[in-house]
């Protein structure tokens, strides 16, 4: 199905969006795959007729937005500041303004992948970064590159790693978000610990991820693995633990997106208490809900 030219008058929208988080559109362009300065001007300038649908479609994927133009989610879901999206939120900022380096740890489902992507759409010079355990050293320092807009054809590992650096001392209030990051492999979690002296003072630095990071820096501190000891003095020996989703955030979020009557929030509350109120539970109880009241 062709986009109308209403979906693509949204797309320009979100791209031009996307496009002011950077210091300059050649920045932005760069951080966009497969897709050419040429393409992106003639978008936001309305010169549509030789963009193919393709094309359309990849920028979409790219530039599209958790919490939507509408201040909703992208598939209508309204999202609610919880307390742990409030305590994110903080860290967060507090990291970009001070330049510092803060690792959040909250139970899966608390939010926190959510509350950092709208953070990053909200914020300039903001770059958000998903980890996983298949990211090898040279994909680890390229992805950066990408995010911060430069592209890495040509250039080594160390010398792609000197232009991030480059790049980032001259933006205003550079910061890089980690989600996930205890899945950083150990090459690549020391490699990041040996360059991070570069980054001091220079961007703020936030990584995010389940308790069971505590674990693992506990054992490399007991091992005495090299980085380990100065990597959570960065930190400063301490981590940024968030609060517990409450029934309160649960009731919120259900009269937020719909729900009235006590009998639904009941059911949506007794469903996501026995999964220790794990927020995609509560979205997936209350689109049930929904459903069946809609039959």
Not at 68 to 80: F, L, R, S
Not at 222 to 230: A, F, L, S, V
Request: proline share 1%.
């Amino acid at each position: 199905m062709e986009l109308t030219s209403r979906e693509k008058e949204q797309i320009r929208k979100q791209l031009k969006a996307y496009v002011d988080k950077y210091p300059s559109q050649n920045k932005a362009v760069g951080s966009l795959k497969n897709t050419s300065a040429g393409t992106v001007s003639n978008i936001l300038n309305g010169k549509w007729d030789n963009i193919s649908e393709e094309m359309w479609r990849k920028i979409a994927d790219q530039v599209k937005t958790v919490s939507g133009t509408d201040g909703n989610g992208g598939d209508g879901w309204q999202i609610v500041e919880t307390m742990a999206y409030q305590e994110i939120s903080y860290a967060l900022d507090d990291a970009q303004q001070w330049k510092n380096v803060t690792w959040v740890i909250g139970e899966a489902g608390c939010g926190k992948t959510t509350t950092a992507k709208i953070y990053a759409e909200s914020h300039k010079e903001v770059f958000y970064m998903q980890c996983s355990e298949d990211l090898y050293k040279g994909e680890f320092v390229r992805e950066i590159a990408r995010l911060v807009g430069i592209r890495g054809e040509g250039f080594t590992v160390r010398e792609l790693w000197k232009e991030i650096l480059a790049n980032l001392i001259l933006m205003d209030a550079p910061l890089l978000i980690f989600d996930e990051a205890d899945k950083l492999t150990e090459s690549v979690f020391h490699y990041f610990i040996s360059l991070y002296n570069k980054l001091e003072d220079k961007c703020g630095v936030v990584f995010m991820s389940t308790d069971y990071i505590k674990k693992r820096i506990k054992n490399g501190l007991r091992w005495e693995k090299p980085g380990y000891k100065e990597f959570y003095s960065r930190i400063g020996r301490k981590y940024f633990e968030l609060e517990e989703t409450t029934p309160h955030d649960v009731y919120a979020i259900c009269t937020a997106n719909g729900l009235s009557e006590r009998k639904d929030i009941d059911e949506v509350m007794k469903d996501a208490e026995a999964c220790d109120f794990d927020l995609r539970r509560v979205k997936k109880s209350i689109h049930r809900v929904k459903r069946e009241n809609s039959k």
